[in-house]
């Protein structure tokens, strides 16, 4: 999932940012260790997303679009513009591998967007869009920037920005548009022009750039999928919706002379003069509402630059953002208007929004989730009104107000992941928290009757106050066996009488959060407590700063160090270890990508690693793609690439995933890896399924004996019994 604007002629949310992500295995045959590759193998990986070689143009507008990057008052410098604007908070001393010289100081610091800058069609670590060579990272991650916090004394904090054991083309300026059907100008996109689930390619080369082939004579080439889109703010913020018409009430004009100057170019097409309407109908009320005066030189005549002086208007100048790494607010590269202080960009819309539009569904789920998120199904004839599914109307009224929120689709997540597939099989491998979601949520009905077909979950039930919870009472020593303190492997009883007191009505409520009463989904945001980030048990006013579980010190929450609290980081996020039993969890117990992760704690689902050092994406798909999407047909899915993807690697070429054993192992008639020959597993598929779970870095170098001996059979079937639903 990634919401991001094509068209940045007004302000920017997010900038464009998708990542090529592959690993390299050599598979196992007649029985030999499958192995991860490296360039140490003398192979390297060429990537390109098929029919999407460019993006400035008639796709984008964030090269073209001028603004001060380098701070100098004025809008005339090379390099001055958007693209390299929003990146000028990040920087290197030398490398992307974290490098700082001795004796560097600030005045070395080399910044994204000036110092380095950012390419037409490349991302802000330099790969191209239009293809190259992914770049490899070792054990340790890579593509490491530096950025500073909220605390001054802090400075020189290290993001790693891909994990390790990943090949890694990073922030690819990436559009929903591909070459051969995006005719005419920008001003002529409508929205039957997106689509949204891009099909990016790798291909195996040797070490001279020659394409390799498999034992079969086959080239070696995969393909993946890079979900991008558009937020649906034009729906609320022009014409007839809400916020328009709220505008025009408080007397606010702006939208209107935007519409009307964009109506009058002939190839205008409605969705562009609309997208324009509505981006000068957020500032103009963000201007009426907040006192800012983004407005302040607006030309309704101007041919280009029509905010004048003040430029694009970033909206992480003034709201912390992690993640595009801004930890400080005011940013401190902000250049166009006076920036301040203002609370975490996620809690500042997500918040707003569910208070101003709560859009409960028949259930009292909030359909503001998916009308606001990408709606775009891939089969452009379904991007328009006429498609039953769609979540809101051109005006952003809902459609699922007395039905069910999670039969509507379109987008990044209904209609699309495992978790929303009716289709999907067990086992699911589940804890009490699970059951609990698969009973009261997954398989009933907006009405909460049961029902035959399973309904699965809305986002809602994972990004809860009860996620944040388990986060924050984790105290774990090993993450697939869940040794130490946790409440993941406990009772449904004993969780909930840590999380709300024994109160099993306000654990549901926050379990299964709804619009209507107390608005616990707009409470999630705006109640938000952040998490400890670390102790601080210096004295005297001074900083000597120790894990977040160290017996002694003061607590310092993320809040205090970035501008973007915990949102987006590992303390806020749901993880798989929220809902599945153990071992079917994210691994690299946290601590490893700190800030971004802690150690003690569950890492992000795209930093897990499993045996061998593959990665949980490789065979289960990215986050809100999840192996088995839904599939409606060719025609009526919303995303037929990752389903297509899936098939790459199936058996019997109808299994969509998740990846099986044989992709890199031979197997016996069971599904089973040789190597388990002679052992309880070799005849249960469930059971050899669960002992891969268990197996982390380094276990595949202990002989089968070993391995056997460390993950009982008898553990592993019980937990098949266990987790099976």
Known sequence: MHCVGFEMSYCCVIPPYNSIQAQAVAAGESGKLPKLLSPDDDVKLYYYTRDNSYSEGNKMKYWSVAKDADGDGHFDSPGDNVANYVWTHLFIYKDLEGTKPAGATDKDRLRIGRQIPVNIDSGPSGKPLSGGYLEYAGKNGGNIVMTDTLVPP???????????????????????????????????????????????????????????????????????????????????????GKAAQMARDEGIKYSDKEYKYWKSYPDESEY????????????????????????????????????????????????????????????????????????PLSEAIHGFHLGMVPMPDGGGRSQACQSCHPTHFQNPNMNDDSNPFRVTDRYGEGRFS???????????????????NPNAKPPFFLNDYGKWQYKNVSIKDEHGKP????????????????????QNYDNIKHDSTQSGKTLRNKTLKEMIKAISHGDAKAFAAIADPKTTGNNEVMKYYTEHKS?????????????????????KGGAVPYAAASGGNDWWLAASEPHCADCHVAPFVESETGGKYFPIDLPNKYSLYRYSKGHGDIACQSCHESTHGLYSTRYDGKERSVDVTTHEQALQYSPDGKYAGPVTCSACHTVNDKGVPLQLKDTKYANDYWASVTLAHFMRSGDQKLSVDELVKKYPYSKSTNIVKKGWK
């Open 531 to 551: 998490a400890t980030l670390v102790k601080n048990v210096g004295k005297d006013g001074k900083l000597d700063l120790k894990p977040w579980n160290h017996p």
């Open 402 to 420: 007395k039905g069910d929120i999670r039969k509507s689709g379109g987008g990044c997540y209904v209609r699309r992941d495992a978790h929303s």
């Open 154 to 240: 802090v400075k020189d904090v290290k993001l790693v920005l891909t994990a390790s054991h990943l090949w890694d083309a990073l922030g690819l300026p990436l559009t929903a548009f591909n070459d051969t059907t995006r005719k005419g100008t920008i001003r002529s996109v409508t929205e039957k022009d997106f689509q949204p689930f891009q099909y990016s390619t790798v291909e195996m080369h040797d070490r001279t750039g020659k394409g390799m082939k498999n034992s079969s004579g086959m080239p070696v080439s995969y393909f993946g999928t890079n979900p991008v889109d558009i937020p649906n703010c034009y729906a609320c913020h022009s014409r007839n």
């Open 272 to 343: 562009m003069a609309r997208l324009a309407e509505s981006s000068i109908n957020i500032l103009s009320l963000h201007d009426k509402h907040h006192e800012t005066t983004f407005l302040k030189d607006y030309r309704e005549n101007a041919s280009g630059n029509r905010l004048g002086s003040t430029g694009l208007v970033n909206c992480a100048d003034c709201h912390g953002d992690n993640v595009s790494g801004n930890l400080q607010e005011p940013r401190p590269t902000a250049t166009g208007y006076k920036a301040v202080k203002a609370m």
């Open 451 to 470: 029902t035959k077909e399973l309904r699965g979950l809305y986002c809602t039930n994972c990004h809860t106050k009860a996620a944040q919870a388990f």
